[in-house]
């Protein structure tokens, strides 16, 4: 599911304006994330961390898992936007991108994006932020506490949404730190599930994992229509997601759904982190070569695959590497969870 997101949020980048048209809801993708998120981590390390799992191997484990790919990124997004930049601004840009800082020179591309190296990287810095949030507060978040923090993080979220008349705020150095108020209703929705998977309150749903991708592909194709957008993205965050997530957790996979879904999984964060120096000449090549009709999908397709290729490159020849040599070095007790948080 993840992995559908990633591209998801992909081709919404870079089929933006005149082909606007593919995935309009694409943006949603890391609402979605922030969801998986929420159930993952907890997955992974609620009951350690109750337990007295320390706070700085926690901290370790997750700047292990989240920052050789922001590093590549960064690296990317200083190729990438050479020629945007002066020497001395692309030096600073590329400092902030590497410490998920926002950055005032980020006007200057991708339409006002926080991070200016590597806009992706927005939702990491709130990714990062939640889970040190969780980390201080899980021995207290009884059920009924998190049923608190869901409802008044739920009517900050769609009162947020509704001012912005849609759920596109977070992302921006104008609008940056209302981030807090996206991330913090989907990661604790995330938890709700978890919570609920792991008591088996759940039901056996029975519903195949292809038809569990169909809907959230749906969800993401949903069009931006004024007036309606704030309704739609609301409905779609708040009921839709956790609801996908839910019927996700249930899902019995074959040995072929078991291999896509996997892929996908080991693909999703690279294909999501590694984009922002790379999306915008994707976006411009078809216009740059003449391209128009059928060529310049078919251009794109090209691309895409070729972006996705090296997304497993990168992924098999660096990132799993590095973090395998930095998991060893610190010499943790436990190999890093199987869920890839």
């Known amino acids: 599911m993840r992995g559908v997101a990633a591209i998801a949020v992909l081709l919404f980048h870079v089929l933006a304006t005149d082909r606007a048209w593919i995935f309009p809801s694409g943006g949603l993708a890391v609402d979605f994330f922030f969801i998986l998120s929420g159930f993952v981590i907890a997955y992974a390390y609620e009951d350690r961390l109750i337990d007295g799992f320390s706070k700085r191997r926690f901290v370790v484990a997750r700047l292990i898992r989240l920052y050789p790919l922001i590093v590549a990124g960064a690296v990317l997004g200083f190729v990438g936007y050479f020629k945007v930049y002066s020497h001395s601004e692309l030096s600073l840009a590329f400092i902030t991108g590497l410490l998920l800082l926002p950055s005032p020179l980020s006007p200057q591309s991708e339409g006002g994006m926080a991070i200016a190296i590597n806009p992706p990287s927005w939702s990491l810095s709130f990714e990062i932020i939640i889970n040190l949030v969780y980390m201080l507060i899980v021995r207290y978040l009884s059920n009924r506490l998190l049923l608190l923090v869901l409802i008044v993080s739920a009517l900050a979220l769609v009162a947020t949404i509704f001012v912005f008349g849609g759920a596109t705020f977070g992302s921006q150095w104008s609008d940056f730190a209302l981030g807090l108020a996206r991330v913090s209703f989907?990661?604790?929705?995330?938890?709700?599930?978890y919570r609920l998977w792991a008591a088996e309150a759940l039901p056996a749903m029975g519903v195949p994992w292809f038809v569990v991708f169909g809907v959230l592909l749906a969800a993401f194709q949903i069009p931006q229509v004024p007036g309606l957008a704030a309704v739609t993205d609301a409905l779609v965050i708040v009921l839709v997601f956790p609801i996908l997530?839910?019927?996700?957790?249930?899902?019995?996979?074959?040995?072929?759904?078991?291999?896509?879904?996997?892929?996908?999984g080991e693909l999703s964060y690279p294909i999501y982190i590694l984009q922002g120096g790379v999306v915008h000449h994707l976006r411009e090549l078809p216009h740059k070569f003449g391209l128009s009709g059928a060529s310049q999908y078919l251009f794109i397709a090209v691309a895409l695959l070729a972006y996705l290729s090296a997304c497993w490159i990168a992924l098999k020849v660096y990132d799993e590497p590095v973090r395998r040599f930095l998991t060893e070095r610190l010499r943790f007790g436990r190999p890093i969870p199987t869920f890839r948080t």
Do not use: D, H, Q, Y
Request: charged letters at 5%.
């Open 245 to 264: 997530v839910a019927l996700g957790s249930k899902v019995t996979l074959n040995t072929t759904g078991a291999r896509i879904c996997n892929l996908l």
């Open 186 to 193: 989907p990661f604790f929705a995330g938890i709700a599930v």
